[in-house]
T-cell receptor
Framework: SAVISQKPSRDICQRGTSLTIQCQVD?????MFWYRQQPGQSLTLIAT?????????ESGFVIDKFPISRPNLTFSTLTVSNMSPEDSSIYLC?????????FGPGTRLLVL | KQEVTQIPAALSVPEGENLVLNCSFT??????LQWFRQDPGKGLTSLLL?????REQTSGRLNASLDKSSGRSTLYIAASQPGDSATYLC????????FGKGTRLHILP
Protein backbone atom coordinates (compact mmCIF):
# COMPACT_ATOMS: atom_id res chain seq x y z
CA SER A 1 0.00 0.00 0.00
CA ALA A 2 0.97 3.68 0.03
CA VAL A 3 0.48 6.28 2.71
CA ILE A 4 -0.19 9.74 1.33
CA SER A 5 -0.67 12.95 3.29
CA GLN A 6 -1.86 16.32 2.07
CA LYS A 7 -1.70 19.81 3.49
CA PRO A 8 -3.86 21.73 4.08
CA SER A 9 -6.85 19.47 4.60
CA ARG A 10 -9.16 22.38 3.86
CA ASP A 11 -9.05 26.11 3.27
CA ILE A 12 -11.29 29.04 2.53
CA CYS A 13 -9.72 31.56 0.18
CA GLN A 14 -10.57 34.87 -1.35
CA ARG A 15 -11.03 35.35 -5.08
CA GLY A 16 -7.80 36.29 -6.86
CA THR A 17 -5.44 34.68 -4.36
CA SER A 18 -3.40 31.50 -4.77
CA LEU A 19 -3.12 28.36 -2.67
CA THR A 20 -0.36 25.76 -2.68
CA ILE A 21 -1.29 22.20 -1.76
CA GLN A 22 1.38 19.79 -0.57
CA CYS A 23 1.45 16.05 -1.09
CA GLN A 24 3.84 13.70 0.72
CA VAL A 25 4.21 9.97 0.00
CA ASP A 26 5.72 7.43 2.37
CA UNK A 27 8.17 6.08 -0.21
CA UNK A 28 9.65 6.99 -3.56
CA UNK A 29 7.44 6.97 -6.63
CA UNK A 30 8.14 7.94 -10.21
CA UNK A 31 4.83 9.58 -11.01
CA MET A 32 2.42 11.53 -8.87
CA PHE A 33 -1.00 12.53 -10.09
CA TRP A 34 -3.18 15.50 -9.22
CA TYR A 35 -6.96 15.27 -9.49
CA ARG A 36 -9.83 17.66 -9.02
CA GLN A 37 -13.27 16.67 -7.81
CA GLN A 38 -15.85 19.40 -8.27
CA PRO A 39 -19.00 19.28 -6.15
CA GLY A 40 -21.18 16.35 -7.12
CA GLN A 41 -18.77 15.22 -9.81
CA SER A 42 -16.24 12.47 -10.23
CA LEU A 43 -12.49 12.87 -10.33
CA THR A 44 -10.77 14.62 -13.21
CA LEU A 45 -7.05 14.31 -13.79
CA ILE A 46 -5.31 17.68 -13.80
CA ALA A 47 -1.73 16.63 -14.47
CA THR A 48 0.96 14.02 -13.98
CA UNK A 49 4.07 15.12 -12.10
CA UNK A 50 7.38 13.42 -12.82
CA UNK A 51 10.48 14.17 -10.82
CA UNK A 52 13.03 16.12 -12.82
CA UNK A 53 10.76 17.14 -15.67
CA UNK A 54 7.81 19.38 -16.43
CA UNK A 55 4.40 18.15 -15.43
CA UNK A 56 2.11 16.82 -18.14
CA UNK A 57 -1.26 18.58 -18.17
CA GLU A 58 -4.57 17.18 -19.34
CA SER A 59 -6.82 18.96 -21.78
CA GLY A 60 -8.45 21.95 -20.14
CA PHE A 61 -5.70 22.49 -17.56
CA VAL A 62 -2.71 24.80 -18.01
CA ILE A 63 0.51 25.37 -16.15
CA ASP A 64 -0.17 29.06 -15.51
CA LYS A 65 -3.32 28.19 -13.60
CA PHE A 66 -2.08 25.00 -11.90
CA PRO A 67 1.72 25.13 -11.54
CA ILE A 68 3.18 21.92 -10.13
CA SER A 69 6.48 21.23 -8.46
CA ARG A 70 8.14 17.86 -7.99
CA PRO A 71 11.41 18.46 -6.18
CA ASN A 72 12.00 14.82 -5.18
CA LEU A 73 10.52 11.34 -5.43
CA THR A 74 8.27 11.62 -2.36
CA PHE A 75 6.87 15.15 -2.58
CA SER A 76 4.86 17.37 -4.91
CA THR A 77 2.94 20.61 -4.74
CA LEU A 78 0.00 21.90 -6.75
CA THR A 79 -0.77 25.60 -6.78
CA VAL A 80 -4.22 26.89 -7.68
CA SER A 81 -3.54 30.38 -8.99
CA ASN A 82 -5.72 33.45 -9.24
CA MET A 83 -8.62 31.56 -7.75
CA SER A 84 -12.27 32.04 -8.58
CA PRO A 85 -15.35 30.42 -7.02
CA GLU A 86 -15.32 27.87 -9.87
CA ASP A 87 -12.09 26.48 -8.38
CA SER A 88 -13.97 25.33 -5.28
CA SER A 89 -13.31 21.59 -5.28
CA ILE A 90 -11.54 18.78 -3.55
CA TYR A 91 -7.99 18.39 -4.83
CA LEU A 92 -6.40 14.96 -4.45
CA CYS A 93 -2.97 13.62 -5.13
CA UNK A 94 -2.46 10.02 -6.09
CA UNK A 95 0.27 7.48 -6.74
CA UNK A 96 0.27 4.06 -8.29
CA UNK A 97 1.92 1.07 -6.72
CA UNK A 98 1.74 -2.49 -8.04
CA UNK A 99 -1.05 -1.46 -10.39
CA UNK A 100 -3.22 -0.16 -7.56
CA UNK A 101 -3.96 3.53 -7.33
CA UNK A 102 -3.79 5.19 -3.92
CA PHE A 103 -5.14 8.58 -3.00
CA GLY A 104 -4.40 11.18 -0.39
CA PRO A 105 -7.16 12.42 1.92
CA GLY A 106 -7.77 15.44 -0.29
CA THR A 107 -7.73 19.21 0.18
CA ARG A 108 -11.16 20.78 0.32
CA LEU A 109 -11.00 24.28 -1.14
CA LEU A 110 -13.73 26.90 -0.96
CA VAL A 111 -13.22 30.13 -2.87
CA LEU A 112 -15.39 33.07 -1.89
CA LYS B 1 -12.62 7.96 -25.91
CA GLN B 2 -13.20 5.85 -22.81
CA GLU B 3 -16.36 6.63 -20.87
CA VAL B 4 -17.32 5.09 -17.55
CA THR B 5 -20.92 5.00 -16.36
CA GLN B 6 -22.20 3.94 -12.97
CA ILE B 7 -25.76 2.92 -12.27
CA PRO B 8 -27.61 3.70 -10.11
CA ALA B 9 -26.45 7.20 -9.17
CA ALA B 10 -27.90 6.73 -5.69
CA LEU B 11 -29.25 3.79 -3.74
CA SER B 12 -30.89 3.37 -0.34
CA VAL B 13 -31.39 -0.10 1.10
CA PRO B 14 -32.25 -1.50 4.55
CA GLU B 15 -29.45 -2.88 6.63
CA GLY B 16 -28.71 -6.54 6.03
CA GLU B 17 -29.63 -6.64 2.36
CA ASN B 18 -27.29 -7.75 -0.37
CA LEU B 19 -26.80 -5.25 -3.16
CA VAL B 20 -25.11 -4.79 -6.53
CA LEU B 21 -23.52 -1.68 -7.94
CA ASN B 22 -22.93 -1.49 -11.68
CA CYS B 23 -20.16 0.00 -13.77
CA SER B 24 -19.93 0.01 -17.55
CA PHE B 25 -17.16 1.21 -19.84
CA THR B 26 -17.06 1.82 -23.56
CA UNK B 27 -13.59 0.59 -24.54
CA UNK B 28 -12.74 -2.94 -23.48
CA UNK B 29 -8.98 -2.43 -23.97
CA UNK B 30 -8.24 -1.80 -20.31
CA UNK B 31 -5.33 -2.82 -18.11
CA UNK B 32 -7.40 -3.15 -14.99
CA LEU B 33 -10.44 -1.87 -13.12
CA GLN B 34 -10.52 -0.60 -9.58
CA TRP B 35 -13.34 0.05 -7.13
CA PHE B 36 -13.00 2.80 -4.54
CA ARG B 37 -14.98 4.04 -1.61
CA GLN B 38 -15.25 7.73 -0.77
CA ASP B 39 -16.72 9.03 2.46
CA PRO B 40 -18.19 12.57 2.45
CA GLY B 41 -15.46 15.21 2.17
CA LYS B 42 -12.72 12.57 2.24
CA GLY B 43 -10.26 10.99 -0.13
CA LEU B 44 -10.59 7.63 -1.83
CA THR B 45 -10.01 4.22 -0.31
CA SER B 46 -9.12 1.40 -2.66
CA LEU B 47 -11.46 -1.57 -2.25
CA LEU B 48 -10.68 -4.03 -5.01
CA LEU B 49 -8.46 -4.20 -8.07
CA UNK B 50 -9.31 -6.55 -10.94
CA UNK B 51 -6.63 -7.19 -13.52
CA UNK B 52 -7.75 -7.36 -17.14
CA UNK B 53 -7.05 -11.11 -17.16
CA UNK B 54 -9.16 -11.75 -14.07
CA ARG B 55 -12.89 -12.29 -13.74
CA GLU B 56 -13.43 -11.37 -10.11
CA GLN B 57 -11.86 -10.38 -6.81
CA THR B 58 -13.16 -10.82 -3.29
CA SER B 59 -12.43 -9.04 -0.04
CA GLY B 60 -14.57 -9.84 2.96
CA ARG B 61 -18.18 -8.96 2.14
CA LEU B 62 -17.20 -7.40 -1.16
CA ASN B 63 -17.00 -9.16 -4.50
CA ALA B 64 -16.17 -7.42 -7.75
CA SER B 65 -16.57 -9.00 -11.16
CA LEU B 66 -15.25 -7.97 -14.55
CA ASP B 67 -16.55 -8.84 -18.00
CA LYS B 68 -14.29 -7.06 -20.46
CA SER B 69 -16.11 -8.29 -23.55
CA SER B 70 -19.34 -6.63 -22.47
CA GLY B 71 -17.62 -3.67 -20.81
CA ARG B 72 -19.13 -4.28 -17.40
CA SER B 73 -18.14 -4.65 -13.79
CA THR B 74 -20.26 -5.18 -10.71
CA LEU B 75 -19.55 -4.65 -7.04
CA TYR B 76 -21.53 -6.99 -4.82
CA ILE B 77 -21.90 -6.08 -1.15
CA ALA B 78 -23.22 -8.82 1.09
CA ALA B 79 -25.12 -8.25 4.32
CA SER B 80 -24.93 -4.48 4.10
CA GLN B 81 -24.22 -2.41 7.22
CA PRO B 82 -24.76 1.28 8.02
CA GLY B 83 -20.97 1.71 7.89
CA ASP B 84 -21.08 0.81 4.21
CA SER B 85 -22.81 4.13 3.49
CA ALA B 86 -20.50 6.05 1.15
CA THR B 87 -19.98 6.85 -2.51
CA TYR B 88 -18.55 3.97 -4.52
CA LEU B 89 -16.43 4.85 -7.54
CA CYS B 90 -15.39 2.65 -10.40
CA UNK B 91 -12.22 3.50 -12.33
CA UNK B 92 -10.82 1.87 -15.46
CA UNK B 93 -7.18 2.07 -16.43
CA UNK B 94 -6.09 2.14 -20.05
CA UNK B 95 -3.48 4.79 -20.87
CA UNK B 96 -4.94 6.87 -18.06
CA UNK B 97 -7.40 6.40 -15.23
CA UNK B 98 -11.01 7.23 -16.02
CA PHE B 99 -13.52 7.48 -13.19
CA GLY B 100 -17.24 7.02 -13.18
CA LYS B 101 -19.41 9.53 -11.32
CA GLY B 102 -20.08 7.09 -8.52
CA THR B 103 -23.03 5.53 -6.74
CA ARG B 104 -24.09 7.17 -3.47
CA LEU B 105 -25.08 4.34 -1.17
CA HIS B 106 -27.13 4.81 1.98
CA ILE B 107 -27.76 1.85 4.26
CA LEU B 108 -30.80 2.39 6.45
CA PRO B 109 -30.41 1.17 10.05
Amino acid sequence: SAVISQKPSRDICQRGTSLTIQCQVDSQVTMMFWYRQQPGQSLTLIATANQGSEATYESGFVIDKFPISRPNLTFSTLTVSNMSPEDSSIYLCSVGRQETQYFGPGTRLLVL
Amino acid sequence: KQEVTQIPAALSVPEGENLVLNCSFTDSAIYNLQWFRQDPGKGLTSLLLIQSSQREQTSGRLNASLDKSSGRSTLYIAASQPGDSATYLCAVVDDKIIFGKGTRLHILP
